[in-house]
C-alpha cells in the first residue's frame, strides 16, 4: 500500500501537453474585460479522493485544459503551487492533513499573481450555503462539467 503523503501529487499534464497557448481572464468577480495571455491556464486541483480529482483533470484535458496538476494533501499542493504557480486552484475543503482554507489562504498570500482564483469543489451542502470566504464560487461534487466551464478562462481558439 502507498503512503498518499509521501506519494501526494502526480502529473498527467506533462504527458497530455499539445504545446497550445491559451487564454486568460480577469475574474468575473473584478467585472474585467477578458484580456488574452500567452501563458497558458494552469490549473491545480486539490483532492484527497484520487478517483474524483482523477475524473476531473480527464474532463479538464477533454475540455482543453492541458496544463493541470493534482495534489491529494493540502502540504502537496502548497509544495506543487509554489513551482506551478496556478492561475486556478479546484480546492477540496475536506482534506486529510490540514484545512482547505489553511491552503487557500497560504495560496492567496503567497501567489506571484493577483488573479489567483479559488474555487471549492465539496460533497458537504453545508459548506455550499456558506460565505464566499475568498473563494470565487463553491461547487457540489461530482462537478458537472458545464458548471467548471463557466468559471475557467477560455482557451485560445475556444468559442
Do not use: C
Amino acid at each position: 500500500m502507498q503512503d498518499t503523503v509521501t506519494t501526494s501529487w502526480r502529473r498527467l499534464g506533462d504527458t497530455l501537453r499539445n504545446g497550445a497557448d491559451s487564454a486568460s481572464t480577469p475574474s468575473a468577480r473584478e467585472g474585467g474585460q477578458p484580456a488574452l495571455f500567452t501563458e497558458p491556464v494552469r490549473i491545480l486541483i486539490v483532492d484527497h479522493d484520487m478517483s474524483s480529482s482523477e475524473s476531473l483533470e480527464l474532463m479538464l484535458h477533454a475540455s482543453g485544459y492541458s496544463e493541470t496538476r493534482v495534489a491529494y494533501s493540502g502540504h502537496a499542493a502548497l509544495a506543487i503551487a509554489a513551482d506551478f504557480q496556478p492561475s486556478v486552484v479546484l480546492l477540496e475543503l475536506n482534506l486529510l492533513d490540514m484545512s482547505g482554507y489553511e491552503v487557500a489562504r497560504f495560496l492567496s498570500e503567497h501567489s506571484q499573481s493577483d488573479d489567483l482564483r479559488l474555487i471549492v469543489l465539496t460533497s458537504n451542502r453545508e459548506h455550499a450555503g456558506r460565505e464566499l470566504a475568498g473563494f470565487e464560487r463553491y461547487l457540489l461534487k461530482p462537478v458537472a462539467a458545464l458548471d467548471l466551464a463557466g468559471l475557467l478562462p477560455p482557451q485560445v481558439g475556444s468559442f
